[in-house]
């Protein structure tokens, strides 16, 4: 369903830019938590102890830290997909960043909604493929 005032968008975008910006300082925080104050909140992988293989995010924050620190070619053995996704995050976090703070009209609603989603469907489709080109080619 599509919101239909100018507030509803409002406040659906600002939802959508604390999202994304948390996906983005998320993966920092913990492995700063995790290397620089040396805490572990939880070692284990659910889906690795099930299945016996990596899970479909594994290596994502690892290799969002490589692309912060300018190592593409480690950032890609972390997980291939990961400057790729992050680099849709940074796009979806502009948009809505600027769309909001500077209360600029954006791309008519439907539209948006459309764009949107096409970019959440890429990032899950790169997800996977990143995923499986991991499995398959770099282990």
Aim: proline share 4%; glycine share 8%.
């Amino acid at each position: 369903m599509l919101p239909s005032t100018i507030l509803q968008q409002r406040r659906w975008r600002y939802r959508m830019l604390l999202l994304h910006g948390s996906m983005m300082v998320a993966p920092l925080a913990l492995l700063l938590a995790h290397t620089q104050l040396h805490l572990t909140i939880w070692s284990g992988c659910v889906f690795k102890a099930l299945f016996q293989i990596e899970g479909p995010a594994c290596g994502i924050t690892r290799s969002v830290s490589a692309v912060w620190h300018c190592r593409f070619i480690e950032a890609f053995k972390y997980h291939p997909a990961g400057p790729a996704i992050l680099l849709l995050v940074v796009i979806l976090a502009g948009y809505f960043a600027l769309v909001s703070l500077t209360r600029c009209r954006g791309l008519n609603w439907p539209r948006e909604i459309r764009v949107y989603q096409g970019i959440e469907y890429m990032a899950v489709g790169l997800l996977v493929l990143g995923w499986l080109a991991k499995i398959l080619l770099i282990h």
